[in-house]
């Protein structure tokens, strides 16, 4: 199974006029929480390839500022090698960078932002849990047809984080592949790329797109044999957020897969991935209800679109 990595304002509001930031909003569901549910924002379709390139641009750039220091204090770093602590500063940076290229993009010539406009916005909780357990189940049965057949090589990401160094290394390589990563890459992709492109031939073409270069991004990190898989599983994540109408379920699907990805990496047991499973979904659910009751995520109901 593939795992990889990548080598506010307030709401507008009121009637909608030509270059406004959103469309005009469907009615709400009947007794919604939240009152009516926010409308996909009319990012325009260049900004997609724009933000993928600024987000592979800004961590580039980030990774110099965390590398630059090393260096200057004696870190041993070559082109072939790389500390494991640094290669997670790095990837941790990228992370953060993904998210504040979103989130500048979508705020290009005054346009309002919130959460909600990302996807960021809660959703029918069991229909979205059966979503999530029939998209990673069909990613599932994809990918190991396609290792059987391709016999796919095994990754090294693992090892570039030192997951088998250090009691440290490994807590920080799980809370960095199963929280950190599908927060950062589902918001960017999902967020902000699919939604843009939607509106530039619709949903289908929109998730097509988007889960090949979600796929194309992970060269370097993954085997090549991997890129299918993981494009399949972007393709798949842009028909969840499609069904669902919130980036919630999107997150957690991705958090399921790098957990069983990490466990099957390092040749844990059962139980051992899903009390690993277990944990980084009670830090991610841990982590929504606390920026709710902040008011920085939405209380808005997601529906479909």
């Known amino acids: 199974m593939a795992l990889g990595r990548v080598a506010v304002g307030e709401p507008l509001a009121g009637p909608r ?86 989130v500048f993009f979508a705020r290009l010539g005054g346009r309002a932002v919130d959460a909600a406009m990302f996807g960021l916005r809660p ?84 998730a097509v797109i988007t889960g090949l270069l979600f796929g194309a991004v992970h060269a370097g990190s993954a085997p090549a044999i991997d890129l299918v898989p993981l494009a399949a599983l972007g393709f798949a994540l842009c028909l969840l957020y499609r069904a669902t109408g919130s980036l919630y379920p999107c997150i957690a699907a991705h958090c399921v897969n790098n957990t069983v990805a990490f466990g099957s990496l390092e040749e844990w047991s059962v139980w051992q991935v899903a009390v690993l499973m277990a944990s980084a979904l009670a830090v991610l659910a841990a982590l929504a209800v606390a920026l709710t009751r902040l008011g920085v995520l939405s209380r808005q109901r997601a529906i479909a679109a």
């Open 17 to 102: 006029t030509p270059g406004s930031a959103l469309e005009e909003a469907p009615p709400s569901p009947p007794g919604g929480p939240g009152g009516a549910a926010p409308a996909r924002p009319a990012w325009p379709p260049w900004m997609a390839p724009a933000a993928l390139v600024g987000g592979l641009v800004l961590a580039t750039l980030g990774s110099l500022l965390v590398d630059i220091p090393a260096l200057a204090l004696g870190v041993n770093v070559t082109a072939s090698h790389v500390p494991p602590g640094l290669t997670i500063a790095d990837t941790a940076v990228q992370d953060v960078g993904f998210i504040a290229v979103a």
């Open 123 to 206: 959703t029918r909780a069991w229909r979205a849990a059966w979503l999530v357990l029939v998209t990673f189940v069909g990613f599932l049965l994809f990918s190991l047809i396609w290792t059987s057949v391709f016999n796919a090589s095994k990754e090294k990401l693992l090892e570039q984080l030192g997951a088998n160094e250090t009691t440290a290394l490994l807590v920080l390589s799980a809370a960095l592949t199963c929280v950190i990563a599908p927060i950062a890459e589902e918001f960017l992709f999902r967020g902000f790329i699919f939604t843009s492109l939607r509106n530039w031939r619709g949903a289908w073409p929109a």
